[in-house]
């Protein structure tokens, strides 16, 4: 169902109702960079729930141990997505979208730890 061919028409009936009309080869090109956006977040998005998911399970471990736990989690879920996407008939895996959404997951990570360590809040499980 998210195969590129089904959800280009909605994607650029969107696109085309915030920034006008295109032509069908740049929006081949425009398709592929909203697709690998939508990735990018996504799986940086998950990296920051591993990230608290660690951060809650092991409160006396580092944040880089969480972190990396993290994007290990990430790269692992990342891996099976491909896998799966390049048994079905409209889809392919590829290596470069694992890659690609490890890059999210770090990106959300480190800007997550870097705010941590900036304004002394850790992501914590509360007790009471």
Not at 18 to 36: L, N, P, Q, S
Not at 59 to 88: K, M, N
Request: proline share 2%; net charge positive.
């Amino acid at each position: 169902m998210l195969g590129s061919n089904h959800t280009s028409g909605l994607l650029r009936h969107l696109y085309q109702a915030c920034f006008g009309a295109v032509d069908d080869t740049r929006w081949e090109m425009i398709h592929h960079y909203i697709r690998k956006c939508g990735h990018f977040c996504g799986y940086g998005l998950l990296g920051l729930l591993w990230l608290r998911a660690w951060r809650i399970t092991l409160p006396s471990i580092r944040i880089v141990a969480c972190a990396a736990l993290a994007l290990l989690g990430t790269a692992v879920v990342a891996s099976c997505d491909e896998f799966h996407q390049s048994l079905l008939p409209n889809r392919t895996g590829s290596p470069r979208d694992v890659l690609l959404d490890c890059c999210g997951a770090a990106v959300m990570i480190a800007i997550a730890c870097l705010g941590m360590r900036f304004f002394g809040r850790g992501i914590r499980h509360e007790t009471r």
